[in-house]
């Protein structure tokens, strides 16, 4: 994977990799690159949980991830804690719901793997 960053003005940036684009700023027209890393995080995990349960046979109708971080006061103002509330929709088993967030969480997702070394993260699910 290679990718690059280019300066644009006023602290803005964009991201391309392989022909996608994100923007990046600092917070004022756009997302930081820590919040990227919470959406990172919460889109990794929805996209495993998406094609377990489908893979479960689970009704889904929708998924929705509520995310929120705690970070550290110091520098680097790492994130110490992470809060993923898991939205689904549909006929769904809440046993399955849990087994697909754990296999992600400690199988598939990349973000979460590497995110768990530094930060506590934790989940709870809510079945609409």
Not at 93 to 100: G, L, R, S, V, Y
Not at 118 to 127: D, Q, R, S, Y
Request: charged share 30%; glycine share 4%; proline share 2%.
């Amino acid at each position: 994977m290679k990718g690059k960053v280019i300066y644009v003005k006023d602290m803005t940036f964009v991201g391309i990799v392989e022909n996608h684009s994100i923007v990046f700023d600092n917070g004022k027209n756009s997302v930081t690159p820590m919040q990227a890393v919470l959406l990172s995080l919460a889109t990794c995990s929805a996209m495993d949980v998406w094609n377990i349960m489908t893979k479960k046979r689970q009704d889904i109708k929708g998924l929705e991830i509520e995310i929120e971080g705690e970070r550290q006061e110091s520098y680097p103002k790492l994130f110490r804690k992470i809060k993923l509330k898991y939205i689904f929709e549909g006929n769904v088993d809440e046993k399955a719901c849990k087994e697909a967030i754990k296999l992600s969480m400690e199988k598939y997702c990349s973000v979460s793997n590497m995110i768990k070394e530094v930060a506590e993260i934790e989940t709870e699910i809510e079945i609409k």
